[in-house]
């Protein structure tokens, strides 16, 4: 039997006896309390859960391709407050077989649809915590997109509002129900302990120069309608990713999915982090284009790994996005893109035969070059080339399908939330601390948040 179809489940997460096989320190971040849903009300009825959608941009879209995917779920409402957007999405969803309503404001939607289950939110980051707090407050239960918010203050708004509504709230960090990255932070790093001793972790996600969003003729939004958001004009909106108002640059937006892995692999938070960053390249734009952070993490053995993050939006030079964390045994690279899944062993290792006859790994993607010539060599002390392994899961969903799976099944009381917002907040954390270490140009120390 392959135990990697045996061990890992997405709908359900962690086994107990896969959690049990976690090192302390990974144990301590995943054992946070989570919510569960209240076995009461429509939620716990085997009928389809009525879900409306909230934005329908960019990641709307994405969202709405697993949305339609996912059964026992019925998309009843759509809310944008672009015309635009809106009509494009009642289109696409009529032509998917879906009949739902179209509204502009949310809080006529509340007010209409009184049989809702559950609100998906993928509105700008600004909007994220009032737009929870809200629909929390309705009694519904919420996915919402990372971050989740542009401020502190914002995020820990939507954690308490969770607290007190007991309401669910799934944040958008879909790699905590990815199955490769479980089974890597599960198996590869906690049982097998491939890498031997954890030293040090680095991440990236590098993307070529790119021009400002624009928007087609005539789908201008009203300036009213605009003033009424906060946004001064037309271009402002649709690129307000690079506005300090709406939010958090790259460093969050690209940077919350990998410094969150950061947090979630090592188990818990770093202690310190230093970093620079700059508007060098767009010059329109508010929030830093490039950034470089370094985070140190003190490990239960005594030792600090330091993870180093960098966020590049000028050049896809340096293999695109991914993270890796290095031990002295070995090295695993995992990206949500499977070409770049590598697993590297050190000459010295010891033997990794077990877990590759296990399907653990697998064995000679890329059999060890031949050793240069010795009179080829530069540095004597040069270290023998790692050998190459592969990670032998295939995801055949789309990567946010897990995620969303994994909230539906929460309210249905069968599964926990895989990053509620009391963990996705301590996670985004250091994200709010690497941006006051470049805005301060100085170390910064990482103390445990209060929520």
């Not at 939110?121 to 990372?146: M, Q, R, S, W």
């Not at 309210?411 to 301060?440: H, T, V």
Request: a positive charge; glycine letters at 8%.
């Amino acid at each position: 039997m392959n135990p990697i179809t045996n061990i890992v489940s997405p709908s359900t997460g962690f086994s107990r006896r896969s959690f049990l096989g976690l090192s302390a320190g990974a144990l301590a971040l995943a054992s946070t309390p989570r919510l569960f849903a209240q076995v009461t009300g429509a939620g716990s009825s085997e009928k389809p859960l009525r879900i409306a959608l909230v934005g329908y941009g960019a990641q709307g879209r994405v969202l709405a391709e697993s949305l339609l995917k996912i059964g026992d779920i019925k998309l009843v409402a759509l809310c944008d407050m672009w015309d635009y957007a809106r009509t494009y999405g009642e289109r696409y969803f009529k032509a998917a077989g879906v009949d739902l309503t179209g509204y502009s404001d949310l809080d006529e939607m509340l007010a209409k649809e009184k049989g809702l289950d559950a609100v998906i939110i993928a509105t700008p980051d600004v909007f994220h915590a009032p737009h929870t707090n809200t629909c929390l407050k309705a009694g519904l239960h919420v996915y919402c997109e990372k971050m989740m918010s542009n401020t502190v203050e914002g995020a820990r708004s939507m954690v308490q509002t969770m607290k007190e509504t007991g309401r669910l709230l799934q944040i958008g960090h879909q790699r905590h129900s990815n199955p490769r990255y479980r089974f890597t932070r599960e198996r590869l790093l906690g049982e097998a302990k491939l890498c031997g001793q954890l030293t040090g972790a680095q991440a990236q996600w590098n993307r070529a120069a790119t021009k400002d969003l624009g928007w087609p003729k005539k789908s201008d939004i009203p300036a009213a309608t605009l003033a009424h958001y906060g946004f001064p004009d037309m271009a402002t909106f649709r690129n307000w990713r690079w506005f300090k108002k709406f939010g958090g640059g790259p460093l969050s937006d690209l940077g919350a999915h990998q410094i969150d892995i950061f947090s979630w692999f090592f188990g818990r938070l770093p202690s310190t982090v230093i970093a620079s960053g700059g508007v060098d390249f767009y010059k329109t734009h508010e929030w830093f284009d490039n950034a470089m952070v370094i985070y140190e993490f003190p490990q239960p053995e005594g030792h600090v790994a330091r993870a180093f993050y960098q966020v590049q939006t000028t050049t896809s030079s340096g293999g695109g996005y991914w993270e890796q964390f290095m031990g002295s045994e070995g090295t695993v690279r995992i990206s949500e893109n499977p070409t770049q899944t590598k697993i590297y062993r050190e000459a010295a290792a010891p033997s990794w035969e077990e877990w590759a006859r296990k399907n653990y790994l697998r064995a000679d993607v890329a059999p060890v070059a031949a050793a240069p010539a010795a009179d080829a060599k530069v540095d004597a002390r040069e270290t023998a080339p790692l050998a190459t392994y592969g990670l032998p899961i295939t995801l055949n969903k789309a990567i946010h399908q897990y995620h969303l799976e994994n909230f539906f099944q929460a309210i249905r009381g069968k599964a926990k939330l895989n990053c509620p917002a009391d963990e996705a907040f301590r996670s985004e954390y250091p994200i709010f601390k690497a941006i006051e270490a470049i805005e301060k140009r100085q170390l910064i120390t990482i103390e445990e948040p209060v929520v």
